[in-house]
C-alpha cells in the first residue's frame, strides 16, 4: 500500500473514530426520534443534494436498514455524473441554489403529522437543503441534520433565513470533517486529494438505522428489516423483502 492510500485510510478511521467518541449520544438521539415516527406508523423522511444524496438513500431499501425510512429522490440533483450535457454539473449547481424549490420538492410528498426529516448535508447551507429543513419544520417534522460544523460555521448561508442546517434541526450529528472535505496533500498537486465527508454520512446514517431497528424491536414491534436477497436462500430473502415493501405500501396508501 503506498503511503498515500495509508494516509488517507487512516485519516478516515480516525475522522470515524472521532465521530463514535464525540456523536453517539446524538445519535442515539436521532434513532429516538426515528423509533417514534416509525413506531406511530408514520415515516421518516430522508433527503440529500449532490453527494449527501447517497446516504439519503442508503436509508432504505438496503440490506440492514428499517421499513419506515423514506428517501427523497429528485434526480436533478443526484444525476450529474456525466458533468456535461442533460442534467450536468452547471445544471446542478444553478438548481440547488434556487430558493424556493425545495419546497416545491416538500409539497409534492404528502407528509403527516408524527413524520420526521433526516438531512444529509456537508455545508448545510445552500438553497434547496435549507428548503426542505425550513419545511418539515413548519410542517411540525421532527428535524435531524447530519452535517460538518466546522465547515459550514466557517461559510455563510446561501438562503434568505442566514440559517445553517445546525441552526434549525432538533437534532445535529456533527460529522467533524473540515472545511473543505478533502484530506490529503500531494507535493506539486494543486488542491487536496481523498474526502471524507460521504463515507462518514453513510456510516452515521446506518448507525442510526441500527439504534432506531433496536428501540422499535424493544418495543416489541417488528422493524421490518431489509435482507440480501444474494444469499443461498434467495427465495426467503425475496419473501421478506417483499413483506417490507407490502408495510412500506401500507403507509403510505393511508395517505
Known amino acids: 500500500m503506498s503511503d498515500i492510500s495509508k494516509t488517507y485510510l487512516q485519516t478516515l478511521i480516525d475522522r470515524l473514530a472521532h465521530v463514535e467518541r464525540t456523536q453517539i449520544e446524538a445519535i442515539c438521539a436521532a434513532g429516538a426520534i426515528c423509533a417514534e415516527a416509525i ?21 432504505f431499501p438496503r440490506t440492514g436498514t428499517v421499513t419506515g425510512f423514506r428517501p427523497i429522490v429528485e434526480s436533478s440533483m443526484i444525476s450529474f455524473h456525466r458533468v456535461l450535457g442533460d442534467g450536468g454539473a452547471r445544471q446542478y449547481r ?67 433565513s442566514g440559517k445553517h442546517l445546525y441552526d434549525l434541526a432538533d437534532v445535529v450529528i456533527d460529522t467533524g470533517v473540515p472545511l473543505g472535505d478533502a484530506a490529503i496533500e500531494i507535493a506539486g498537486v494543486k488542491g487536496k486529494v481523498g474526502a471524507t465527508s460521504t463515507s462518514i454520512a453513510i456510516a452515521i ?51
Request: glycine share 10%; hydrophobic share 40%.
Open 94 to 160: 444553478f438548481i440547488h441554489a434556487q430558493e424556493g424549490y425545495g419546497e416545491a420538492i416538500l409539497a409534492s410528498h404528502q407528509t403527516c403529522e408524527g413524520d420526521a426529516m433526516l438531512i444529509f448535508s456537508h455545508s448545510g447551507l445552500n438553497a434547496v437543503t435549507l428548503d426542505i429543513a425550513l419545511g418539515a419544520k413548519a410542517r411540525g417534522m421532527k428535524l435531524i441534520g447530519v452535517t460538518s460544523i466546522p465547515h459550514s460555521s466557517a461559510t455563510p448561508s446561501r438562503h434568505s
Open 205 to 255: 446514517g446506518h448507525a442510526i438505522n441500527a439504534e432506531t431497528a433496536k428501540l422499535i424491536a424493544a418495543a416489541g414491534r417488528d422493524p421490518h428489516i431489509m435482507v440480501s436477497p444474494n444469499t443461498v436462500d434467495k427465495a426467503t430473502a425475496t419473501a421478506q423483502n417483499d413483506l417490507n415493501y407490502a408495510e412500506l405500501w401500507r403507509r403510505l396508501r393511508a395517505r
Open 39 to 59: 413506531l406511530g406508523d408514520n415515516l421518516v423522511f430522508t433527503f440529500g443534494t449532490g453527494h449527501g444524496s447517497f446516504a439519503a438513500l442508503e436509508m
